[in-house]
Protein backbone atom coordinates (compact mmCIF):
# COMPACT_ATOMS: atom_id res chain seq x y z
CA UNK A 1 0.00 0.00 0.00
CA UNK A 2 3.09 2.43 1.20
CA UNK A 3 4.03 1.80 -2.88
CA UNK A 4 0.90 2.88 -4.10
CA UNK A 5 0.37 5.58 -2.27
CA UNK A 6 4.03 7.04 -2.85
CA UNK A 7 3.18 6.16 -6.99
CA UNK A 8 -0.16 8.07 -6.68
CA UNK A 9 1.24 11.30 -5.13
CA UNK A 10 4.23 11.47 -7.66
CA UNK A 11 1.20 11.40 -10.37
CA UNK A 12 -0.43 13.91 -8.90
CA UNK A 13 2.60 16.25 -9.11
CA UNK A 14 3.74 15.87 -11.96
CA UNK A 15 0.26 16.92 -13.14
CA UNK A 16 -0.38 19.62 -11.17
CA UNK A 17 -1.16 22.67 -13.64
CA UNK A 18 1.64 25.54 -13.69
CA UNK A 19 0.89 28.78 -13.74
CA UNK A 20 1.41 30.22 -17.15
CA UNK A 21 3.74 32.96 -17.65
CA UNK A 22 1.76 36.12 -19.18
CA UNK A 23 4.00 38.26 -21.21
CA UNK A 24 3.05 42.45 -20.71
CA UNK A 25 3.18 45.59 -22.61
CA UNK A 26 2.89 48.22 -19.97
CA UNK A 27 2.81 52.10 -20.79
CA UNK A 28 4.74 53.07 -18.00
CA UNK A 29 3.38 56.41 -19.48
CA UNK A 30 0.08 56.11 -17.81
CA UNK A 31 0.90 56.45 -14.44
CA UNK A 32 0.12 59.78 -12.28
CA UNK A 33 1.82 60.76 -10.62
CA UNK A 34 4.79 60.20 -11.87
CA UNK A 35 7.32 57.55 -10.47
CA UNK A 36 10.84 58.43 -9.25
CA UNK A 37 11.93 55.42 -11.13
CA UNK A 38 10.19 52.29 -13.44
CA UNK A 39 11.64 49.81 -14.35
CA UNK A 40 9.03 47.15 -16.94
CA UNK A 41 9.19 43.65 -16.90
CA UNK A 42 8.98 41.17 -18.79
CA UNK A 43 6.00 39.02 -17.21
CA UNK A 44 3.00 40.16 -15.28
CA UNK A 45 1.90 38.73 -12.33
CA UNK A 46 -1.33 36.64 -13.02
CA UNK A 47 -4.07 35.82 -10.33
CA UNK A 48 -5.61 32.26 -9.63
CA UNK A 49 -7.45 30.98 -6.46
CA UNK A 50 -4.33 29.73 -4.68
CA UNK A 51 -2.88 33.37 -4.88
CA UNK A 52 -2.14 34.00 -1.34
CA UNK A 53 -1.99 37.72 1.08
CA UNK A 54 1.60 37.90 3.29
CA UNK A 55 2.64 40.93 5.69
CA UNK A 56 4.87 41.09 8.14
CA UNK A 57 3.31 43.47 9.83
CA UNK A 58 -0.90 42.90 9.69
CA UNK A 59 -1.62 45.45 12.31
CA UNK A 60 -0.16 48.12 10.71
CA UNK A 61 -1.38 47.34 7.08
CA UNK A 62 -4.68 46.08 7.86
CA UNK A 63 -6.25 48.83 6.19
CA UNK A 64 -4.38 48.68 2.80
CA UNK A 65 -5.16 44.90 2.69
CA UNK A 66 -8.70 45.61 3.37
CA UNK A 67 -8.71 47.92 0.90
CA UNK A 68 -6.96 45.93 -1.98
CA UNK A 69 -9.32 43.14 -0.83
CA UNK A 70 -12.16 45.53 -1.55
CA UNK A 71 -11.20 46.14 -4.92
CA UNK A 72 -10.76 42.71 -6.05
CA UNK A 73 -14.10 41.47 -4.65
CA UNK A 74 -15.81 40.97 -7.96
CA UNK A 75 -12.91 38.54 -8.73
CA UNK A 76 -13.12 34.86 -7.97
CA UNK A 77 -9.52 34.94 -5.70
CA UNK A 78 -9.68 34.71 -2.24
CA UNK A 79 -6.69 35.99 -1.08
CA UNK A 80 -6.26 34.16 2.14
CA UNK A 81 -4.04 35.47 4.44
CA UNK A 82 -1.10 33.37 4.93
CA UNK A 83 0.58 34.06 8.31
CA UNK A 84 3.88 32.59 7.44
CA UNK A 85 6.50 35.27 7.18
CA UNK A 86 8.74 33.17 4.87
CA UNK A 87 8.17 34.72 1.24
CA UNK A 88 6.99 32.27 -1.14
CA UNK A 89 6.13 32.38 -4.98
CA UNK A 90 2.24 33.45 -6.26
CA UNK A 91 2.03 35.74 -3.18
CA UNK A 92 0.43 39.78 -2.82
CA UNK A 93 2.79 40.73 0.34
CA UNK A 94 2.09 44.29 1.89
CA UNK A 95 5.85 44.34 4.12
CA UNK A 96 7.32 47.13 6.30
CA UNK A 97 10.86 47.15 6.42
CA UNK A 98 12.95 49.92 7.96
CA UNK A 99 13.99 53.68 6.89
CA UNK A 100 17.18 52.39 6.43
CA UNK A 101 15.23 50.97 3.24
CA UNK A 102 13.03 53.46 2.30
CA UNK A 103 14.02 56.50 4.31
CA UNK A 104 10.84 58.86 3.32
CA UNK A 105 7.75 57.67 5.19
CA UNK A 106 5.81 58.04 1.92
CA UNK A 107 8.09 56.16 -0.19
CA UNK A 108 7.59 52.80 -1.58
CA UNK A 109 9.02 49.88 -3.63
CA UNK A 110 6.72 48.18 -5.77
CA UNK A 111 7.91 44.98 -7.47
CA UNK A 112 5.39 42.74 -10.28
CA UNK A 113 6.90 39.83 -11.93
CA UNK A 114 5.73 36.70 -12.99
CA UNK A 115 6.45 35.01 -9.20
CA UNK A 116 5.08 38.13 -6.81
CA UNK A 117 3.31 41.18 -6.52
CA UNK A 118 5.56 42.99 -3.49
CA UNK A 119 4.84 46.44 -1.91
CA UNK A 120 6.71 47.49 0.64
CA UNK A 121 7.42 50.79 2.83
CA UNK A 122 8.83 51.94 5.61
CA UNK A 123 5.39 53.23 6.78
CA UNK A 124 1.88 52.72 6.80
CA UNK A 125 1.18 55.56 4.83
CA UNK A 126 3.56 54.30 2.04
CA UNK A 127 1.83 51.32 1.50
CA UNK A 128 -1.09 53.62 0.48
CA UNK A 129 0.72 55.53 -1.54
CA UNK A 130 1.88 51.95 -3.35
CA UNK A 131 -1.31 50.92 -3.53
CA UNK A 132 -2.39 54.22 -5.28
CA UNK A 133 0.00 52.86 -8.02
CA UNK A 134 -1.23 49.15 -8.03
CA UNK A 135 -4.90 50.97 -8.46
CA UNK A 136 -3.95 52.74 -11.90
CA UNK A 137 -2.53 49.23 -13.05
CA UNK A 138 -5.46 47.52 -12.92
CA UNK A 139 -8.16 46.98 -15.48
CA UNK A 140 -11.15 50.00 -15.68
CA UNK A 141 -13.28 47.21 -14.87
CA UNK A 142 -12.42 46.07 -11.46
CA UNK A 143 -12.29 50.06 -10.60
CA UNK A 144 -16.01 49.96 -12.20
CA UNK A 145 -16.56 46.61 -10.32
CA UNK A 146 -17.74 44.50 -12.67
CA UNK A 147 -17.19 40.80 -12.50
CA UNK A 148 -14.47 39.48 -13.85
CA UNK A 149 -12.55 35.67 -14.37
CA UNK A 150 -8.66 36.98 -14.14
CA UNK A 151 -6.47 39.40 -13.63
CA UNK A 152 -3.23 39.87 -14.66
CA UNK A 153 -0.89 43.29 -13.35
CA UNK A 154 1.46 44.48 -15.98
CA UNK A 155 5.37 43.29 -14.78
CA UNK A 156 7.22 46.38 -13.33
CA UNK A 157 9.18 47.99 -10.32
CA UNK A 158 8.85 50.81 -8.90
CA UNK A 159 10.68 52.74 -6.46
CA UNK A 160 9.51 55.95 -5.34
CA UNK A 161 9.09 58.67 -3.24
CA UNK A 162 7.10 62.09 -3.11
CA UNK A 163 8.86 65.51 -3.80
CA UNK A 164 7.38 67.31 -1.45
CA UNK A 165 5.35 66.49 2.20
CA UNK A 166 2.89 68.87 1.73
CA UNK A 167 0.35 67.69 -1.33
CA UNK A 168 -3.19 69.12 -0.36
CA UNK A 169 -6.52 70.49 -2.00
CA UNK A 170 -8.90 73.12 -0.16
CA UNK A 171 -12.77 73.06 -0.40
CA UNK A 172 -14.51 76.07 0.37
CA UNK A 173 -17.66 74.64 1.78
CA UNK A 174 -18.73 78.19 3.63
CA UNK A 175 -19.95 79.87 0.02
CA UNK A 176 -21.72 77.07 -0.64
CA UNK A 177 -22.18 73.87 1.47
CA UNK A 178 -21.27 70.35 0.78
CA UNK A 179 -22.67 67.16 2.50
CA UNK A 180 -20.53 64.95 4.42
CA UNK A 181 -21.33 62.06 1.37
CA UNK A 182 -19.83 64.78 -0.94
CA UNK A 183 -16.48 65.39 0.73
CA UNK A 184 -15.82 61.41 1.12
CA UNK A 185 -16.02 61.15 -2.65
CA UNK A 186 -13.91 64.13 -2.99
CA UNK A 187 -11.31 62.44 -0.38
CA UNK A 188 -11.73 59.00 -2.33
CA UNK A 189 -10.96 61.03 -5.64
CA UNK A 190 -7.60 62.92 -4.63
CA UNK A 191 -6.41 59.87 -2.53
CA UNK A 192 -5.84 58.34 -6.29
CA UNK A 193 -3.65 60.83 -6.90
CA UNK A 194 -1.34 60.47 -3.64
CA UNK A 195 -2.66 64.28 -1.97
CA UNK A 196 -2.29 63.86 1.44
CA UNK A 197 -3.97 67.04 2.70
CA UNK A 198 -7.92 68.21 2.36
CA UNK A 199 -7.58 71.77 3.62
CA UNK A 200 -11.53 72.21 5.06
CA UNK A 201 -12.86 76.21 4.44
CA UNK A 202 -15.21 76.26 7.00
CA UNK A 203 -16.64 79.99 7.83
CA UNK A 204 -16.67 83.02 5.94
CA UNK A 205 -19.21 85.61 5.48
CA UNK A 206 -21.72 83.62 3.76
CA UNK A 207 -22.13 80.74 6.10
CA UNK A 208 -20.75 79.07 9.28
CA UNK A 209 -20.22 75.24 8.34
CA UNK A 210 -19.20 73.70 12.16
CA UNK A 211 -21.18 73.13 14.77
CA UNK A 212 -19.96 74.82 18.17
CA UNK A 213 -21.64 73.24 21.51
CA UNK A 214 -20.73 77.04 23.65
CA UNK A 215 -22.14 79.07 20.48
CA UNK A 216 -25.34 77.34 18.60
CA UNK A 217 -26.76 80.19 17.00
CA UNK A 218 -23.31 79.77 14.62
CA UNK A 219 -24.76 76.96 12.85
CA UNK A 220 -28.51 77.95 13.60
CA UNK A 221 -28.04 81.47 12.01
CA UNK A 222 -25.00 81.55 10.47
CA UNK A 223 -25.27 78.27 8.76
CA UNK A 224 -28.77 78.87 7.44
CA UNK A 225 -27.52 80.47 4.03
CA UNK A 226 -24.87 80.40 1.24
CA UNK A 227 -24.20 82.59 -1.52
CA UNK A 228 -27.21 83.63 -3.69
CA UNK A 229 -29.47 82.55 -1.14
CA UNK A 230 -28.99 79.20 -1.73
CA UNK A 231 -29.63 76.28 1.01
CA UNK A 232 -27.04 76.55 3.64
CA UNK A 233 -25.85 73.74 5.66
CA UNK A 234 -23.53 72.88 8.57
CA UNK A 235 -21.39 69.67 10.11
CA UNK A 236 -21.87 68.61 13.62
CA UNK A 237 -19.47 67.78 15.48
CA UNK A 238 -19.82 64.03 14.93
CA UNK A 239 -20.43 64.78 11.01
CA UNK A 240 -16.51 66.65 11.50
CA UNK A 241 -15.17 63.59 12.81
CA UNK A 242 -16.90 61.30 10.52
CA UNK A 243 -15.34 63.47 8.03
CA UNK A 244 -11.52 63.19 9.53
CA UNK A 245 -11.73 59.92 10.50
CA UNK A 246 -12.85 58.89 6.71
CA UNK A 247 -9.67 61.26 5.30
CA UNK A 248 -7.52 59.32 8.05
CA UNK A 249 -8.31 55.90 6.66
CA UNK A 250 -7.26 57.40 3.19
CA UNK A 251 -3.46 58.51 5.09
CA UNK A 252 -5.18 62.23 4.34
CA UNK A 253 -5.44 64.78 7.03
CA UNK A 254 -7.52 67.17 7.42
CA UNK A 255 -6.54 71.10 7.99
CA UNK A 256 -9.91 73.25 9.35
CA UNK A 257 -9.86 76.29 8.69
CA UNK A 258 -11.19 79.20 10.50
CA UNK A 259 -11.18 82.60 8.98
CA UNK A 260 -10.67 85.62 11.21
CA UNK A 261 -10.53 88.50 12.18
CA UNK A 262 -12.38 89.31 8.59
CA UNK A 263 -14.26 86.84 6.59
CA UNK A 264 -16.59 86.73 9.76
CA UNK A 265 -20.16 87.93 8.72
CA UNK A 266 -21.75 84.73 9.31
CA UNK A 267 -20.70 85.03 13.03
CA UNK A 268 -20.98 88.45 13.62
CA UNK A 269 -24.67 87.93 12.30
CA UNK A 270 -25.38 84.94 14.49
CA UNK A 271 -23.85 86.92 17.92
CA UNK A 272 -24.75 90.72 18.40
CA UNK A 273 -21.69 90.84 21.09
CA UNK A 274 -19.26 90.17 18.84
CA UNK A 275 -20.25 93.28 16.54
CA UNK A 276 -18.10 97.03 18.19
CA UNK A 277 -22.24 98.02 17.44
CA UNK A 278 -24.16 94.90 19.22
CA UNK A 279 -26.24 95.34 16.26
CA UNK A 280 -26.03 92.18 14.33
CA UNK A 281 -26.18 92.39 10.39
CA UNK A 282 -28.26 90.33 8.65
CA UNK A 283 -26.86 87.00 6.77
CA UNK A 284 -25.34 88.20 3.54
CA UNK A 285 -25.40 86.11 0.26
CA UNK A 286 -23.10 88.04 -2.20
CA UNK A 287 -19.53 87.43 -3.14
CA UNK A 288 -18.23 90.97 -2.04
CA UNK A 289 -14.95 90.17 0.30
CA UNK A 290 -12.92 92.79 2.71
CA UNK A 291 -16.38 94.36 4.99
CA UNK A 292 -16.32 92.59 8.06
CA UNK A 293 -14.22 92.14 11.17
CA UNK A 294 -14.40 90.60 14.37
CA UNK A 295 -14.53 93.47 17.27
CA UNK A 296 -10.91 93.52 18.85
CA UNK A 297 -11.37 96.01 21.35
CA UNK A 298 -13.82 93.28 23.25
CA UNK A 299 -13.19 90.92 25.65
CA UNK A 300 -15.73 88.23 24.46
CA UNK A 301 -14.19 88.47 20.72
CA UNK A 302 -11.38 86.61 22.65
CA UNK A 303 -13.75 84.30 25.13
CA UNK A 304 -15.99 83.22 21.59
CA UNK A 305 -12.36 82.47 19.86
CA UNK A 306 -10.79 80.19 22.15
CA UNK A 307 -14.39 78.03 22.73
CA UNK A 308 -14.17 77.92 19.33
CA UNK A 309 -10.37 76.76 18.31
CA UNK A 310 -10.67 74.72 21.60
CA UNK A 311 -13.74 72.76 20.33
CA UNK A 312 -12.48 72.73 16.63
CA UNK A 313 -8.84 71.48 17.94
CA UNK A 314 -10.35 68.66 19.99
CA UNK A 315 -11.78 66.91 17.16
CA UNK A 316 -8.95 67.56 14.89
CA UNK A 317 -5.87 65.27 15.47
CA UNK A 318 -3.56 67.35 12.47
CA UNK A 319 -0.87 69.25 13.91
CA UNK A 320 -2.67 72.98 12.32
CA UNK A 321 -5.44 75.07 13.08
CA UNK A 322 -5.93 77.26 9.51
CA UNK A 323 -6.48 81.04 10.83
CA UNK A 324 -7.31 82.62 7.26
CA UNK A 325 -5.96 86.03 8.25
CA UNK A 326 -6.65 87.27 4.44
CA UNK A 327 -8.69 90.13 3.31
CA UNK A 328 -9.40 91.96 6.67
CA UNK A 329 -9.62 94.95 4.73
CA UNK A 330 -12.20 96.76 7.49
CA UNK A 331 -9.57 96.15 10.15
CA UNK A 332 -6.65 98.48 10.90
CA UNK A 333 -3.13 96.78 10.83
CA UNK A 334 -2.86 97.92 14.30
CA UNK A 335 -6.08 95.57 15.70
CA UNK A 336 -5.10 93.42 13.04
CA UNK A 337 -1.77 93.15 14.68
CA UNK A 338 -3.22 93.00 18.27
CA UNK A 339 -6.01 90.45 17.46
CA UNK A 340 -3.89 87.76 15.72
CA UNK A 341 -1.11 87.73 18.17
CA UNK A 342 -3.76 86.85 20.75
CA UNK A 343 -5.33 84.27 18.79
CA UNK A 344 -1.76 82.52 17.61
CA UNK A 345 -1.71 82.59 21.68
CA UNK A 346 -4.93 80.65 21.83
CA UNK A 347 -4.11 78.23 19.11
CA UNK A 348 -1.20 77.01 21.04
CA UNK A 349 -2.71 76.74 24.20
CA UNK A 350 -4.67 73.82 22.78
CA UNK A 351 -1.55 72.15 21.12
CA UNK A 352 -1.67 73.34 17.91
CA UNK A 353 0.16 75.49 15.41
CA UNK A 354 -0.86 78.29 13.50
CA UNK A 355 -1.49 77.96 9.52
CA UNK A 356 -3.08 81.23 7.70
CA UNK A 357 -2.62 82.80 4.75
CA UNK A 358 0.38 85.26 3.35
CA UNK A 359 -0.94 87.78 5.08
CA UNK A 360 -0.55 86.61 8.56
CA UNK A 361 3.02 87.27 8.96
CA UNK A 362 2.69 91.02 9.77
CA UNK A 363 1.36 89.52 13.17
CA UNK A 364 5.07 87.80 13.34
CA UNK A 365 5.40 84.87 12.42
CA UNK A 366 8.56 81.73 12.70
CA UNK A 367 9.69 78.48 11.84
CA UNK A 368 6.66 76.91 13.57
CA UNK A 369 4.21 78.95 11.14
CA UNK A 370 2.81 78.01 8.02
CA UNK A 371 1.99 80.83 5.78
CA UNK A 372 -0.01 79.83 2.38
CA UNK A 373 0.96 81.93 -0.51
CA UNK A 374 -1.67 83.01 -2.54
CA UNK A 375 -0.86 86.14 -4.36
CA UNK A 376 1.73 88.47 -2.99
CA UNK A 377 5.41 87.36 -3.30
CA UNK A 378 6.60 89.67 -1.34
CA UNK A 379 4.41 89.99 1.57
CA UNK A 380 5.13 86.15 1.59
CA UNK A 381 8.81 86.76 1.39
CA UNK A 382 8.45 88.98 4.52
CA UNK A 383 7.48 85.86 6.72
CA UNK A 384 10.07 83.31 5.11
CA UNK A 385 12.48 86.03 6.45
CA UNK A 386 11.39 85.54 9.72
CA UNK A 387 11.27 81.51 9.28
CA UNK A 388 8.13 80.29 8.08
CA UNK A 389 7.51 77.45 6.34
CA UNK A 390 5.25 78.16 2.97
CA UNK A 391 3.06 76.09 1.32
CA UNK A 392 2.53 77.36 -2.12
CA UNK A 393 -0.95 78.38 -3.46
CA UNK A 394 -0.35 81.19 -6.59
CA UNK A 395 -3.64 82.13 -7.92
CA UNK A 396 -2.67 82.16 -11.54
CA UNK A 397 -1.77 78.61 -11.60
CA UNK A 398 -3.33 77.16 -8.65
CA UNK A 399 -7.11 78.12 -7.91
CA UNK A 400 -9.01 75.79 -9.16
CA UNK A 401 -11.94 78.26 -9.15
CA UNK A 402 -10.76 80.53 -12.07
CA UNK A 403 -12.40 79.64 -15.48
CA UNK A 404 -10.37 77.66 -18.19
CA UNK A 405 -11.52 80.09 -20.23
CA UNK A 406 -13.58 83.04 -20.70
CA UNK A 407 -16.37 80.34 -21.82
CA UNK A 408 -15.91 78.65 -19.62
CA UNK A 409 -19.57 77.44 -17.88
CA UNK A 410 -18.64 78.19 -14.45
CA UNK A 411 -15.62 79.93 -12.30
CA UNK A 412 -14.63 83.37 -11.80
CA UNK A 413 -11.57 85.08 -13.51
CA UNK A 414 -9.96 87.86 -10.96
CA UNK A 415 -6.77 85.78 -11.38
CA UNK A 416 -6.98 85.35 -14.93
CA UNK A 417 -8.35 81.92 -16.74
CA UNK A 418 -6.28 79.04 -16.33
CA UNK A 419 -6.24 76.50 -18.63
CA UNK A 420 -4.91 73.00 -18.20
CA UNK A 421 -1.24 73.79 -19.42
CA UNK A 422 -1.03 77.25 -17.24
CA UNK A 423 -2.11 74.44 -14.10
CA UNK A 424 0.88 72.04 -15.05
CA UNK A 425 3.76 74.51 -16.34
CA UNK A 426 4.78 76.28 -13.34
CA UNK A 427 7.76 75.23 -11.12
CA UNK A 428 7.38 75.54 -7.04
CA UNK A 429 10.99 75.14 -6.81
CA UNK A 430 11.46 78.29 -8.66
CA UNK A 431 9.13 81.26 -6.32
CA UNK A 432 11.20 81.72 -3.87
CA UNK A 433 14.58 80.45 -4.80
CA UNK A 434 16.43 82.17 -1.51
CA UNK A 435 13.88 80.61 0.85
CA UNK A 436 15.46 77.28 2.74
CA UNK A 437 14.79 74.05 0.93
CA UNK A 438 13.31 72.91 4.28
CA UNK A 439 10.89 76.11 4.64
CA UNK A 440 8.67 75.17 1.44
CA UNK A 441 6.56 72.31 2.39
CA UNK A 442 4.48 71.73 -0.60
CA UNK A 443 1.42 72.94 -2.53
CA UNK A 444 -2.04 73.43 -2.15
CA UNK A 445 -4.97 73.71 -4.80
CA UNK A 446 -7.90 75.77 -3.19
CA UNK A 447 -11.37 75.91 -4.66
CA UNK A 448 -13.61 78.22 -3.99
CA UNK A 449 -17.50 78.22 -4.18
CA UNK A 450 -18.95 81.06 -4.97
CA UNK A 451 -20.44 79.69 -8.43
CA UNK A 452 -19.42 75.66 -7.04
CA UNK A 453 -23.34 74.40 -6.21
CA UNK A 454 -23.28 70.38 -6.95
CA UNK A 455 -20.85 67.81 -7.38
CA UNK A 456 -20.87 68.36 -10.97
CA UNK A 457 -19.60 71.97 -10.52
CA UNK A 458 -16.90 71.02 -8.06
CA UNK A 459 -15.32 68.10 -9.99
CA UNK A 460 -15.74 70.46 -13.45
CA UNK A 461 -13.58 72.74 -11.76
CA UNK A 462 -11.15 70.44 -10.19
CA UNK A 463 -10.16 67.61 -12.89
CA UNK A 464 -7.92 67.60 -14.17
CA UNK A 465 -6.08 70.55 -12.83
CA UNK A 466 -5.92 69.11 -9.46
CA UNK A 467 -4.31 65.92 -10.95
CA UNK A 468 -1.56 67.86 -12.53
CA UNK A 469 -0.54 70.02 -9.02
CA UNK A 470 -0.81 65.94 -7.84
CA UNK A 471 2.12 65.47 -9.92
CA UNK A 472 3.75 68.78 -9.40
CA UNK A 473 3.72 68.48 -5.62
CA UNK A 474 4.85 64.21 -5.64
CA UNK A 475 7.03 64.10 -8.68
CA UNK A 476 10.71 65.08 -8.77
CA UNK A 477 11.02 65.55 -11.98
CA UNK A 478 12.09 68.69 -13.64
CA UNK A 479 8.37 70.73 -15.34
CA UNK A 480 9.56 71.55 -19.08
CA UNK A 481 8.55 71.29 -22.53
CA UNK A 482 9.28 67.88 -22.66
CA UNK A 483 7.26 66.33 -19.18
CA UNK A 484 4.53 68.44 -20.08
CA UNK A 485 4.09 66.48 -23.49
CA UNK A 486 5.03 63.45 -21.63
CA UNK A 487 2.09 64.67 -18.78
CA UNK A 488 -0.54 65.13 -21.77
CA UNK A 489 -0.62 61.28 -23.04
CA UNK A 490 -0.83 60.04 -19.44
CA UNK A 491 -3.58 62.64 -18.57
CA UNK A 492 -5.69 61.69 -21.59
CA UNK A 493 -5.06 58.04 -20.78
CA UNK A 494 -6.83 58.81 -17.53
CA UNK A 495 -9.77 60.09 -18.94
CA UNK A 496 -11.12 56.57 -19.28
CA UNK A 497 -10.66 56.01 -15.32
CA UNK A 498 -12.30 59.51 -14.83
CA UNK A 499 -15.17 58.25 -17.35
CA UNK A 500 -15.47 54.79 -15.26
CA UNK A 501 -15.84 56.69 -11.91
CA UNK A 502 -17.97 59.42 -12.82
CA UNK A 503 -15.88 62.43 -12.83
CA UNK A 504 -17.24 65.37 -14.38
CA UNK A 505 -14.16 66.11 -15.54
CA UNK A 506 -13.37 69.14 -18.21
CA UNK A 507 -12.17 67.54 -21.72
CA UNK A 508 -9.21 70.59 -22.23
CA UNK A 509 -9.25 71.00 -26.26
CA UNK A 510 -5.48 71.18 -25.33
CA UNK A 511 -5.07 67.51 -24.56
CA UNK A 512 -7.83 66.31 -26.67
CA UNK A 513 -5.37 67.87 -29.63
CA UNK A 514 -2.31 65.43 -28.68
CA UNK A 515 -4.45 62.72 -30.06
CA UNK A 516 -5.98 64.00 -33.10
Given at each position: MRIIFILLTLVLVSCKKEKPLVITNLNSTFLIPKPESVQEQTYGFLFDEETTLQTNSEGKAKEVISQFKKLLKTTPFPLNLDKNSKTKDNTVSFNLVSNDSISSPEGY????NEMHLSLAASEPQGLYRGL????????????????????????????????????GMMLDVARHFFTVAQVKRLIDQIAFYKINTLHL???DDQGWRIEIKSWPKLTEIGGSSAVGGDIGGFYTQEDYKEIVSYAKSRFITVIPEIDMPGHTNAALASYAELNCTNIAPEMYTKMRVGFSSLCVEKEITYTF???VIR????????KYIHL????????????????????????????????????????GVDSTYILQHWTSEKI????????????????????LDMKYSKESKIGITWAGTIEVDSAYLWNPSTIFPKAHESQILGIESPLWSETVVTTSDLEYLAFPRVIGHAELGWSKSNVNTASWLDYKKRLQNHYSRMDVLGINYYRSPIIDSVFK
Amino acid sequence: MRIIFILLTLVLVSCKKEKPLVITNLNSTFLIPKPESVQEQTYGFLFDEETTLQTNSEGKAKEVISQFKKLLKTTPFPLNLDKNSKTKDNTVSFNLVSNDSISSPEGYVLDVNEMHLSLAASEPQGLYRGLQTIKQLLPNAIIAGNKLDSLTVPGIKIIDAPRYEYRGMMLDVARHFFTVAQVKRLIDQIAFYKINTLHLHLTDDQGWRIEIKSWPKLTEIGGSSAVGGDIGGFYTQEDYKEIVSYAKSRFITVIPEIDMPGHTNAALASYAELNCTNIAPEMYTKMRVGFSSLCVEKEITYTFVDDVIREVAAMTPGKYIHLGGDESHSTTLKDYKIFLKRAFGIVAKYDKKVMGWEDIQSAGVDSTYILQHWTSEKITRQGIVQGAKVVLSPAKHAYLDMKYSKESKIGITWAGTIEVDSAYLWNPSTIFPKAHESQILGIESPLWSETVVTTSDLEYLAFPRVIGHAELGWSKSNVNTASWLDYKKRLQNHYSRMDVLGINYYRSPIIDSVFK
